[in-house]
């Protein structure tokens, strides 16, 4: 912990060289909040990667490459006069000690399930300061699509707008299914189509959402498994000297299935 700030002040000094009007890295001195946005979402997810794969080194290198985005975009606001990385750093361990008074300022014991309900009162509360005074306002529109409805959905239920059990969400995504198979029954535009098919994906993230699972992950876990047997398909199909482009519907369907049967 003792060489946290000298290498925390050695990071930004690299980004300082790096925004030098003179002696900088044209591409750094290029960029803009709006452009780097793009990059900061793009290692949130390889962070996310690397803690699914548990390699330790990878996490750690990923953890660096979010903080030099954190890093980057407070250099630009700070040429900008508006605030620097300590002003972030301040603001966070601010938000922290006010969200957690019953560890900074009146230590209580509270319950998981109390924290819960302090730390959302607390942010309520942040929020209505801010001017949001509306009930779904301050869910980041860049969040990935799953996460951002099964977020809403938690919005709405606090203030009552919400199925009463997993039962009436089930019965939700049937209708909503129903509802989209007619538009392709039907060769309605595709943005109709569209409309029908996100209102199905809005009803299976609820559902899980009651059912106390993460949609995001789940999807994420299939995306993984997906690559992982299609991959594994792959070198069954070289093994047995077949072009993968040559194959036909029962022979994909034979080799789907030994993949699968090796996990």
Known sequence: MSGSAPSIARLLEVMRRLRDPVGG????????MQSIVPHTLEEA?????????????????????LLFQVVFLARIAEEQGAFDFDAVAAAIADKLERRHPH???????????EQTVAWEGFKAAERAAAGQAGTLDGVARALPALTRAAKLGK?????????????GV????????GEFEETLRDGEPT???????????????NWARHLGLDPEAALRASNAKFERRFARMEILAREQGVALEALDLDAWEALWSRAKAQG
């Open 25 to 32: 890295c044209e591409w750094d001195r290029a960029q803009t």
């Open 45 to 65: 997810h390889e962070l996310a990667d690397a803690v699914a794969g548990g390699d330790r080194v990878a996490v750690r290198d990923e953890l660096g490459d």
């Open 103 to 113: 560890v900074f300022a009146a230590p209580d014991a509270l319950s998981a399930a």
């Open 155 to 167: 919005r709405a239920a606090r203030v009552g707008f919400d199925w009463p059990d997993p039962g």
């Open 170 to 177: 089930r019965a939700k995504v049937d209708e909503e299914l």
């Open 191 to 205: 943005a109709r189509q569209e409309e029908e098919l996100g209102d199905l994906l809005f009803a299976v993230a």
